[in-house]
């Protein structure tokens, strides 16, 4: 079973910036696309960005722009940089494959925009 562990989360003011990490165990990491999710209190898990075995990349539109999603096959990790935060980025954010496996889901990192 393939293992995700997200780190970097935290507090961090509107306006400011965060990197989110995401380590994988398995070999079969390069071969999949990978994403950022994210759950915000009483809504329902959401995709943000995807990147996919060659590279190319898709964010929802209220992060584009501002998140930029990034793979390094070789370290079996996948980031996000989140820039020009707003208060309702804040959420746990995962990672997963896309589409998701079930039994993949981490803990998550917490991610809080507020003054």
């Known amino acids: 079973q393939v293992q995700l562990v997200e780190s970097g989360g935290g507090l961090v003011q509107p306006g400011g910036s965060l990197r989110l990490s995401c380590a994988a165990s398995g070999s079969i990491f390069s071969i999949n696309a990978m994403g950022w999710y994210r759950q915000a209190p009483g809504k329902q898990r959401e995709l943000v960005a995807y990147?996919?075995?060659?590279?190319?990349?898709n964010y929802r539109d209220s992060v584009k722009g501002r998140f930029t999603i990034s793979r390094d096959n070789a370290k079996n990790s996948v980031y996000l940089q989140m820039n020009s935060l707003k208060p309702e980025d804040t959420a746990v954010y995962y990672c997963?494959?896309?589409?998701?496996?079930?039994?993949?889901w981490g803990q998550g990192t917490q991610v809080t925009v507020s003054s």
């Open positions: 990147i996919l075995a060659d590279g190319s990349t």
């Open positions: 997963n494959y896309v589409p998701y496996h079930t039994d993949s």
